[in-house]
Nanobody, 119 residues
Framework: QVQLVESGGGLVQPGGSLRLSCTAS????????MSWHRRAPGKERELVAV????????NYADSVKGRFTISRDNAKNTVYLQMNSLKPEDTAVYYC????????????WGQGTQVTVSS
């Protein structure tokens, strides 16, 4: 059974940090491009960061460049999102997504974890 389980969300003050984790099971993690997305209240879902499967090339939304870092540990089937210098506008539900690279299968989504940045 395929699962993506996010954790690490919570309430943090502006300027603070959080690290999100997304642990995968039920598929070959190392064959999947992984990404983090977020949906803020009343807004469309947006791509936050992406990391390729083997060479770990990363890319970020302009709104988070220099503040967020995506990484992965293929041995632990886990992708991370380190979020620093958090702003109120980073408040959203954060989702991880897995897309297959040169292997059969669909893409998968986690259930989401809430991040709230507020004083």
């Amino acid at each position: 059974q395929v699962q993506l389980v996010e954790s690490g969300g919570g309430l943090v003050q502006p300027g603070g940090s959080l690290r999100l984790s997304c642990t995968a099971s039920g598929f070959r993690f190392s064959s999947y491009l992984m990404s983090w997305h977020r949906r803020a209240p009343g807004k469309e879902r947006e791509l936050v960061a992406v990391i390729t499967n083997t060479d770990e090339i990363t890319n970020y939304a302009d709104s988070v460049k220099g503040r967020f870092t995506i990484s992965r540990d293929n041995a632990k089937n886990t992708v991370y999102l380190q979020m620093n210098s958090l702003k109120p506008e980073d408040t959203a539900v954060y989702y991880c997504n897995a897309v297959p690279v040169h292997v059969p299968g669909g893409d998968y989504w986690g259930q989401g974890t809430q991040v709230t940045v507020s004083s």
